[in-house]
């Protein structure tokens, strides 16, 4: 029956070159091909590979329920920067006894700010951030700075911090006011360019009329 691998000269090492377990049965495994024989001539045809399913596949993995406990209304969360340095994650995340006990002494009140703008970053330094457009003025500005704690102090580096954001939303204001001024000084002049340019037009009417009513002799 299978007189015609040695006429074609594939031997059972030519089918392990083509990733092909030797035969049990006529029930040989193929990574690649299928081989079919016909008389003597064969047939190599690519078929997909066997892909065993997980129990998992297919399900829908639910997370584990709990009951919603709503906030406290003066509530005021961590910020997330905090997590950005090292020595405090590990410190919640490592869940020795140590760190258990180390946790509540920590004055987690001291990183919150409700200065909007101003937050504290893994770096060492309260950061302020600024951003305001006017496109119609063509104004904008853009501010990203840092207070170290190393050089000003903690509590200091947060009170020029929020001191600065404060000046800043100060002098946009101000600015703010004055293109109002602005742009009010520049429709007075639209107008009273626009009732100029309409008296001119009336008195050209009106020497037309009297040429035309009043000819040359």
């Known amino acids: 029956m299978f007189s015609g691998f040695g006429s074609l000269g594939l031997g059972c090492s ?8 030797p035969f049990t049965g006529f029930g040989f495994q193929a990574r690649y091909v299928v081989i079919f024989l016909l008389s003597d001539y064969f047939i190599i045809r690519g078929v997909k590979r066997i892909r065993q399913k997980r129990r998992s596949m297919g399900r829908l993995i639910q997370l584990q329920q709990s009951h919603y406990f709503p906030k406290p209304l003066d509530y005021t ?22 760190s258990r006990s180390l946790i509540p002494q920590v004055a987690w009140e001291k990183y919150i700010c409700t200065t909007r703008g101003v937050r ?10 600024f951003c305001r457009r ?5 104004y904008h500005v853009g501010v990203d700075c840092y207070f170290y704690a190393r050089v000003h102090g903690f509590h200091r580096a947060k009170e020029l911090a929020i001191a600065y954001r404060t000046r800043l939303e100060k002098e946009w204001e101000e600015a703010e006011q ?19 340019k309409l008296l001119l037009a009336q008195l050209e009417e009106q020497q037309l009329s009297q040429t035309r009513s009043n000819p040359r002799p």
């Open 178 to 196: 004055g293109w109002d001024k602005l742009d009010l000084v520049r429709q007075k002049q639209k107008e009273d360019a626009e009732k100029e």
């Open 134 to 138: 006017n496109h119609e003025h063509n």
């Open 77 to 98: 969360p961590v910020p997330k920067s905090v997590m950005g340095s090292g020595y405090i994650r590990r410190l919640l995340k490592s869940g020795t006894s140590t």
């Open 14 to 21: 030519n089918l392990r070159s083509l990733n092909a377990s």
């Open 120 to 129: 504290w970053h893994p770096c060492g330094a309260w950061r302020v951030q």
